[in-house]
């Protein structure tokens, strides 16, 4: 799991980079960041409902108190840091102003999303892409009733059932939305895009996937294979936003994509060779951070090689990923790990910190 969070990491700094700055691989390059998002969103939909079956399982019940507070302890001591640090930095570059404290309350509150919905991304200093937060925010509200429902109805077809109606009733609501005509990035950040959670959910409650699965080298081939033609297809057609028919089923369709990422990798050996050797595993423990901080990084890396008279797209990319490792493993020997140790108190199953 570390490691394909490294990947979707890196995916998203790539996305807001000028790597691929070339129009000919502008597809390329939004395919890059929805992936990365979708990739993120699914795997943590997975892995939260997975620990939540482990603990059933293990202890006949589910603390669903503690799963709040595991939760709280993961995102929020170096998220509110981070904002606030970018407050300061909008009230010393800019002066303060009602907008900003506004969308500083919003970011706080976890609704910065359900605001650039209708007001387009948030002009908080380095934050625009934190709509993510809120959205998984608003998703741990879902998680813990999904898995209830499984564990009340005790069998993999009452999940899927209630899982495919409620993505279904999102394809609904969007195709009225794109019909009463929202713009971009209306859906983008919404809830009405949550198909990667109910994708994960079900992976995560519903399969054997990611557990003590036979290594099969023929099912994994023909996952990846899948996989291919689908990027191929997703790549083609566009992200959200940019035709109304990725904007119905694009995202049902990226989920099955990154599920099948994982279902291949977890039949792989050679795929689990890579995906867990210490680098990556390292740099998915990270990406959190790198997350954050990937935008903060990008932007001051530029000022700097601008005023070293260093222009090209694979230097800047190469200082701002420098710096945004730097600022992640800072950021998590010194702010996330103390309370990485807290959320132990509350943990009932193990885990790489989710």
Known sequence: MDGLRAVAAFSVVVHHSDLLAAPSLAALRNFLGWFGVDLFLVLS???????????RERTGDVGIVNFYIRRALRIWPLYVVFVTFALIWGIVNDGASAQLVGWYI?????TQNIEA??????????????WTIALEEQAYLLIPIATATYFSRGHQRGLLIALASAALAFVVMRVGIVLIGRSHPFLWVSPLRADTFLFG?????????GGSNEASRT???FAISAVAFLIVALVRIGPPGASNLCEIFGYPVMAGTCCLIVYAVSLSPSMQTVFSCRPIR???????????????????????LDKLELHGSAARFGAAVILTVVLAECSYRVIERPFLLLKDRFTSVESRPA
Do not use: D, Q, W
């Not at 390292?282 to 990937?294: M, P, R």
């Open 219 to 221: 099912r994994s081939f």
């Open 117 to 130: 919905a209708y007001h387009g991304y948030s002009p908080f200093p380095f934050s625009a892409h934190l």
């Open 201 to 209: 959910i079900f992976m995560g409650l519903g399969t054997g996937i």
């Open 106 to 110: 919003a970011h706080l509150t976890f």
């Open 45 to 55: 939909a997975f892995l939260l409902s997975r620990l939540l079956l482990l603990e």
């Open 282 to 304: 390292h740099l998915g423990k990270l990406s959190y951070g790198i997350y954050l901080f990937h935008i903060f990084a990008l932007a001051e890396s530029a000022v700097l």
